[in-house]
DNA sequence: ATAAATTTTTAGACAAATCTAAATTATAAT
DNA sequence: ATTATAATTTAGATTTGTCTAAAAATTTAT
């Protein structure tokens, strides 16, 4: 049903230096940044559904990708068992994530992207392959620790930068203050609203009520501007205490 | 067989314009450029052969692909006599190489790329999907007319720079000389090999004798080198007489 | 502990882009 | 004008990644 794993070794970036290189399609690449993604920080089990959900495909689609991926040692997976990433998937995972990151900060740093144009252009970029290119790259954006959502970029080892202990806003108890450093999803909706209330890396968020019914808090935004911000919204802001 | 010709209004670049898209695959828009490029500059009739052999695929699935760009009216074709683009899928084989030539002179001018290893980053590169990416990039480049070989790059209404008129090196009679102005071929093997002769945009050709027998030429590059020039290499150069 | 609900997998189908082999059409050569 | 050669197309198969519907396994609830 599936090709058996094979490796290649081909000429890179029509330089002379041949390299181990596990031949990943488009698709392939994506399955394992979403595991990845989606398991981050910890490692954590992912289900069939999981992926599903984050694709928008049906999860008996996903069943069959796992099995190749699986096949190609990839990730670990048996059945109705979960995901988890190999050492050589994350390895993998990592670098697209990279890839990923360093492009919207390309975009926005050199492009003039504002912050919330940058993700799905950045979705197509981290597919380019050229190892070359991709350290041309990060010289030429003078080896950026973070991206323009405050996230971790990793280095060319896949070495994230060690942070600050962050704690999510969501997180935080009455009178606590924040200053932002992070958003932990970059989609344009997401992104373009946070714009709107005047909310951006290296703000101050101060809460001032909790709602304990839907989970929302009431909070000043650089010490003037009152918002009333939602569980969903709330969990996806990460910052140090003031 | 195939299915039919459709249009798709899409919500590009996360921008909140909508506008009239031709959903092209990566393959489709690969045709195109293929098209083009063996037609330009006098929009000759192309044959199922020569796609083929330029894309190193059976003439058979050129067939296939030519009736669905036919149904798509992005060619003219009819069985057994040939193709040519029709004004839509020239407008969009324009498109691509404009991306193709400003990716190329991203990577020279920005980074430091040699122009013998920018052609397979940029056939990746060329196939991003965004408009205001590529309009962001022409204006960050200082809207080139020329990519790093010489090659003139369309503007944003597809228009090509007007040039000097260019004669190929080997059209020139003895004694005649040439200012390179451009290699009409980026692949990594001819531009290394010109490296490796001196020859790049802008050094003096002089010509000293020609051999009939293999169309091969005897030249002198900048007044101080001597080499012989095979056909295949002397019909990429195109210069100005000096 | 069993039944109900949910999740996951299998089976079979499909579209895109390719292939090989065979048939057809066009071109060139006598 | 007929034949030989070359180019092109058709027919049928394959791979990748998806789908739907049905079957199987797991989890949850009583």
Redesign the interface.
Known sequence: MFTPLFYVYLLN???DIFYRFKMLSYTEENYLKIIFSLSYPNSLEITTNDIAKKLEINPASVSDMLKKLNQKKLIDYAKYQGVRLTNEGKKIAIEIVRKHRLWETF?VD????SW??V???AE??EH???S??IE??YK?LDCPKFDPHGEPIPDEHGEFPVTENLICLNSCKNQQKIQVKSITDDS?ALLQYLSKISVSIGVSIEICDKNSYDNSIDVIINENKNVTLSKEISEKIYGVLL
């Open positions: 970036d029509t330089q975009l050199k492009l003039n992207f919330d144009e993700h799905d252009v197509q970029l380019i392959q050229s070359l290119l041309r790259l030429f344009s």
